[in-house]
C-alpha cells in the first residue's frame, strides 16, 4: 500500500483499493496519476486489463464534491464497459458516497433523466450522452473532468463527431484524459485539437512468451468448425473466448457449440441490453463455458481467467490479433491462443505477423471427425438467391445452404448439412501439396526439436504422401525490417 501512498491518492481512495487487496500500482497507474492529480490533460496508451479505470479514477473521485451536481463524464465505446467502469468507480468511491450513474442506448431515457438530476459522475456511451445533452437533462456547467476511455475503439466506431459535440458543449476549462489501447493518427488528431500540452505516458503492449502459446492449424473451409469443436473438446481449458469478424458467425458458432453439449454463448452489437447483460453475467460467473464475440463487443472488457482464446476468423486488422491474445495469459497464468486458418484466412494472418512481432507455431489438424453442422437461417432482408459462405471476411460456415421441397409459400427450405465422414483436414482439400515449413529433425524457433504435434489421429499418411510425424514444427516469425 505504501507505493499507492506515494502516488498522491487521497485516503478514502486508499481504504478502498487496500480492501481490494491491492498490492501495487500497475504501471499504467504509476506512470498517469501523479500527472492526473496535478490537473494535466494526459494521453495514455494502455491496453485492456492495465489498471487504467483506477488511474482516472482516482483523479475524478480526488476532488469530487458532494451534491455539487456532474462535475465528471467518462466516454465509453460500449454499454458493457460503460457499466463495467461505473462498477469500479462505485467500488473506489464507496467511502465518499460518490453517486455515479451509467447511461446508454437501449434503456428508457426517464430513469436515467431522474438519476442524472442527483449524480456526481457520469459514464456513457456517445450517443446516449449527447441525446441528454440535446434534451437538456444533463447539466454540463460544473464539468471539470473529461475522460475518453478506449479512443480508437470509439473512433474505430464512427464516434467521432459526437464525441466532438460533446467535447465542445462542455466548460471550456476542464481536465481531459484519453485513453486508448493504441495512438492512431485520429486519436493524435483529436489530442491535439482538444487537449491542452498534454502529457503522454504509454505502457509497452506485448505478449509474454514464456506465459503465452500461440498456434495455427491449416485446415478446409468444411473441416473449420470440426477443429474448433474437437478442439475445445480436447483441451483442458477454463473460460474460452472464440473471435469471430461478423455478427451472423458469433450466432452460428454458439448455437453449433450448444449442440454437442458445450456450454457457449454469443455477444455482439447486434442484442438487446438486457440480453448482453445476462451474458455477461453467466460469463463472469462461470456458469458459461464459452464467450463467442466480436471484437467491438470485447473491446473493454476486462474478463479475468481466460485459458483459451480461439481465432476462428482472422482479425482484418491486424492490431486486433494483439487485443485478442491478450485476454490470456494474465496474472503470471499461462495462456494459449489458437488460430484456424483457411485459404480466405491467409491474407490477414499475413498482414497480422507482418505488424506484430509474434511468432505463431504451425500445428497438424490430423485426421478428425466431420461433423453435422446447423446452419443459419437467411435473413429476411437478403436476396432469395443469397451468397455462398455467407458473409466476407467470415468462415464460409456462416452461411446458408439450399435444401430440396418448399415451405409451402413456394420459397425453398434451408437445410442442415450432413457430414458424417472423416475428412483429412490438413489438407487443402484439392489435392495440392501441403506447404512445410523448416527442416526434418532441425530444431524450430522455439529452440525445441522433434515431430509437429498433433490435434488429430496421425496414423495415416498426409495428402503429400509424406507421413506427418516425422515433420518438424513450423513457425510463422515477423519478417526483418529493411532498415536501408
Known amino acids: 500500500m505504501e507505493q499507492f501512498k506515494t502516488l498522491g491518492i487521497c485516503e478514502p481512495i486508499l481504504r478502498a483499493i487496500e480492501d481490494e487487496r491491492f498490492i501495487k500500482p500497475s504501471e499504467i497507474q504509476e506512470k498517469s496519476i501523479p500527472y492526473i492529480l496535478d490537473g494535466r490533460d494526459v494521453v495514455a496508451e494502455s491496453a485492456t486489463g492495465s489498471g487504467k479505470t483506477l488511474a482516472f479514477g482516482a483523479g475524478i473521485l480526488h476532488e469530487i464534491e458532494k451534491g455539487e451536481g456532474i462535475q465528471a463524464i467518462v466516454l465509453t465505446p460500449t454499454r458493457e464497459l460503460a457499466e463495467q467502469v461505473a462498477s469500479s468507480l462505485r467500488l473506489f468511491g464507496k467511502y465518499q458516497h460518490a453517486k455515479i450513474t451509467a447511461i446508454y442506448g437501449g434503456m428508457p431515457m426517464e430513469p436515467q433523466i431522474q438519476r442524472l438530476a442527483k449524480t456526481e459522475i457520469v459514464v456513457g456511451t456517445p450517443g446516449r450522452v449527447l441525446d441528454h445533452i440535446n434534451r437538456g437533462t444533463m447539466k454540463l456547467g460544473k464539468v471539470n473532468k473529461l475522460v475518453l476511455d478506449e479512443a480508437d475503439t470509439m473512433l474505430d466506431m464512427g464516434f467521432i463527431d459526437d464525441v466532438k459535440k460533446i467535447i465542445r458543449a462542455c466548460p471550456h476549462e476542464k481536465q481531459v484524459l484519453l485513453f486508448s489501447a493504441t495512438i492512431s493518427r485520429e486519436v493524435n488528431r483529436l489530442a491535439e485539437k482538444y487537449m491542452k500540452n498534454p502529457v503522454t505516458v504509454s505502457v509497452e503492449a506485448y505478449v509474454d512468451a514464456s506465459k503465452l502459446e500461440q498456434i495455427y492449424c491449416q485446415v478446409t473451409d468444411k473441416m473449420k468448425f470440426s477443429l474448433l469443436l474437437h478442439l475445445i473438446k480436447r483441451e483442458k481449458s477454463g473460460l474460452i473466448m472464440v ?29 438487446n441490453q438486457s440480453k448482453r447483460t445476462s451474458i455477461m453475467n453467466k460469463f463472469h460467473s462461470a456458469k458459461t463455458d464459452v464467450l463467442v464475440c466480436t471484437d ?11 485459458s483459451h482464446v480461439y481465432n476462428y476468423d482472422i482479425p482484418n486488422e491486424s492490431k486486433n490479433y494483439v487485443h485478442r491474445i491478450g485476454r490470456t495469459a494474465r496474472a503470471g497464468k499461462d495462456g494459449k491462443a489458437i488460430s484456424i486458418l483457411t485459404k480466405r484466412d491467409q491474407g490477414f494472418f499475413d498482414q497480422v505477423l507482418r505488424d506484430n512481432d509474434v511468432t505463431i507455431i504451425e500445428e497438424e489438424a490430423g485426421n478428425i471427425p466431420q461433423v453435422e453442422i446447423k446452419w443459419m437461417e437467411k435473413p429476411k432482408d437478403q436476396s432469395r438467391r443469397g451468397r455462398k459462405g455467407g458473409q466476407s471476411g467470415g468462415s464460409g460456415q456462416g452461411g446458408h445452404k439450399r435444401g430440396f421441397g418448399s415451405d409451402g409459400k413456394g420459397r425453398p427450405k434451408r437445410a442442415f448439412g450432413i457430414q458424417d465422414k472423416q475428412t483429412n483436414s490438413g489438407g487443402s482439400g484439392q489435392g495440392s501439396p501441403k506447404r512445410s515449413f523448416g527442416n526434418d529433425g532441425a530444431k524450430s524457433q522455439t529452440g525445441r526439436s522433434g515431430p509437429k504435434r498433433s490435434f488429430g489421429n496421425q496414423s495415416q499418411q498426409s495428402s503429400n504422401g509424406r507421413n506427418s510425424q516425422g515433420e518438424q514444427k513450423s513457425t510463422h516469425r515477423r519478417p526483418r525490417q529493411n532498415k536501408r
Open 296 to 306: 467491438v463487443a470485447a473491446r473493454g472488457l476486462d474478463i479475468p481467467e481466460v
Open 243 to 271: 473471435f469471430c469478424n461478423t455478427q451472423r458467425n458469433t450466432d452460428f458458432i454458439a448455437k453449433n457449440l450448444q449442440k454437442y453439449d458445450i456450454s457457449a454463448v454469443a455477444i455482439h452489437g447486434g442484442l
